[in-house]
């Protein structure tokens, strides 16, 4: 399975990016989905991810309210919509899939065997 992240670049505070993650494989709805970030000296963080249905989503408290991801089989894409960016956004942001991922731990890395590349997302005046 390849993953294909887009979308990242430079933004002021309190503005607005989307990123996509772009996949064949997405067209069969089997695989759920996550973003996550890492900023520098950071360990990789959760941000949010989105079940094999579209039905479930999921956030980490840091960005629950700003960011919205959301997944459109027929673009084979899932999106994730950031408003409000903060610089503390500021991090290279990757998607995950895998097909068997427990609600619970929705944003753990360990839950996803699929990687894209990172996007870099760097928000400031």
């Known amino acids: 399975v390849q993953l294909q992240a887009s979308g990242g670049g430079l933004v002021q505070p309190g503005g607005s990016l989307r990123l996509s993650c772009a996949s064949s494989a997405f067209t069969a709805g089997y695989y759920h989905v996550g973003w996550f970030r890492q900023a520098p000296g950071n360990e990789r963080e959760g941000v949010s991810s989105?079940?094999?249905?579209?039905?479930?989503?999921y956030y980490s408290d840091s960005v629950k309210g700003r960011f919205t991801i959301s997944r459109d089989s027929a673009d084979k894409t899932v999106y994730l919509q950031m408003n409000g960016l903060k610089p503390e956004d500021t991090a290279v942001y990757f998607c995950?899939?895998?097909?068997?991922?427990?609600?619970?731990?929705?944003?753990?890395?360990?839950?996803?065997?699929?990687w894209g590349q990172g996007t870099l997302v760097t928000v400031s005046s």
């Open positions: 995950a899939a895998d097909v068997f991922v427990r609600s619970e731990f929705a944003l753990l890395e360990s839950q996803y065997v699929h």
């Open positions: 989105i079940s094999s249905s579209g039905h479930s989503t």
